[in-house]
């Protein structure tokens, strides 16, 4: 925790530059199924639903390479470094000090915990290994947090395809489908926030399992026929449920390994998951390409429960304490 006011002010401008990146990074997430209705509908483009579910899983695939380097070379190199595409942004970014203890470098680890006014463990220096992420026995909740990311991703890029096309099929107007994507993304905000707060008192593992169950109900409620007000709260608690899941995968995981290996578990956790990003808009394509849309809520709850599945024996797996592979110390006060 910050305890002068200009280290409170320090942590807010991160805090709001992380905000700032998510938020862009968000756009190639929203755009895609915004114009893929307009896309299908336009007979010059030629686009069959296989072909946008292909463009989609495409436009993935990039990112699903970049998740699964990432984490081993952030290990590796540390972790504002791998803030290249946006350099301005990253002399703002301080290293992360328990990752500079880990490296022996405690000069620069002290200096920065000392301008943040926050406390810092010290570490013994380790190395970054995928392999130890299946040492201790920890293999069953690593390969559990692979497969419950690639549901979450699958879910998440897959509706945010297909989800007006998929509505638009279901009769509803061009005009409501399209609301549809902006509400279910403003639900996905409200999620965020009221997630991590829960996540505070019952632990990210559980709202991660109880958050996906809940996005199973809300999407397979989209394939039902309800008043228009009605499927705009159901929408909108859809994306309450379905962004904040996937995140907090992510916070699970942080929690589970050392800082030594910590960018490589989340990095391996979204990499694999970026294989459901691929799968999820191809899927939603087959399945429109096939008339058989309505099939695709039924499809995408189905994912939801795996994922809740997948989630709840993670939460139960473990091995040996990840601090064996980067011992650390009660944490010392900076100074």
Known sequence: MSTTPRAGRLAGLVVAICWLVVLFDGVDLFIYGAVLPGMLDDPELGLTPAAAGGLGSYATFGMLLGALASGPLTDRIGRKKMIIAVPLVARFLPESPSFLIARGRTDEATAIATRYGVEVPTAAPARSSLALLFAGGRWKQTVLFWCTSFGGLLLVYGVNTWLPTMMRAEGYDLGSALAFLIVINLGGIVGMLVAG?????????RVAAVWFALTAVGVYLLGVRTPLAVTYLIVFLAGVFLFSAQTMVYATVTARYSTANRATAVGSTAGIGRFGAVFGPWLGGQLVASNN???GFTAFAVTAMLATIFALLA?????????????????????
């Not at 707060?197 to 593992?205: H, K, L, S, T």
């Not at 939460?315 to 100074?335: C, F, I, N, R, Y």
């Open 197 to 205: 707060r829960v996540a505070d008192r019952f632990g990210a593992v």
């Open 315 to 335: 939460g139960l797996a473990g091995g040996s304490k990840v601090e064996e592979e980067a011992p650390t110390a009660e944490p010392v006060a900076a100074h």
């Open 293 to 295: 849309q309505g099939w």
